[in-house]
């Protein structure tokens, strides 16, 4: 992955109420720090997910593929990066976390669908107010 692809990047910091008993990330809370990743970029887009919400569109995860890397400990920092793309109908966030090292923690692939007003559909709104993060095609 070209490191200059990222489009949004953002520091965390493990949690104590993170880690399990072996004092390391427990695997689902990386779908949340992901997660939370994904909020936060659509809000610095300009379209948070409660401005969505309220205008009846509801972006779903259909997919998410995750490679674990190297764990994470308890007071470690970590940034948290993501390029995104479109197929069709799909929006896909190709997301990765590092450590303070600069290893690579984590590596997603997560597709989302869009919801309106209900019904599946392609996603024109978003597609629209995510114009210009795609990749150019010339890149």
């Known amino acids: 992955m070209d490191k200059?692809?990222?489009i949004f990047e953002m520091p965390m910091?493990?949690?104590d109420y993170e880690v399990d008993s072996e004092?390391?990330?427990n695997n689902a809370v990386y779908l949340h720090?992901?997660?939370h990743t994904r909020h936060e970029f659509c809000d610095s887009a300009g379209l948070s997910f409660r401005d969505m919400h309220a205008r009846g569109i509801d972006p779903v995860v259909n997919k998410?593929?995750?490679e674990y890397k190297n764990p994470l400990g308890l007071g470690d920092t970590m940034t948290s990066k993501l390029w995104i793309d479109r197929e069709g109908a799909r929006f896909i966030f190709h997301q990765?976390?590092?450590n303070a090292a600069g290893k690579t923690v984590v590596k997603a692939?997560?597709?989302c669908v869009c919801i309106e007003n209900g019904r599946l559909s392609r996603g024109e709104i978003l597609a629209e107010a995510f114009k210009d993060y795609f990749?150019?095609?010339?890149e």
């Open 4 to 6: 200059d692809k990222y």
């Open 13 to 15: 910091k493990v949690r």
């Open 135 to 138: 990749p150019r095609e010339s």
């Open 109 to 111: 692939v997560v597709n």
């Open 33 to 35: 720090y992901l997660e």
């Open 64 to 66: 998410i593929e995750i």
């Open 23 to 25: 004092g390391i990330v």
């Open 96 to 98: 990765d976390i590092f």
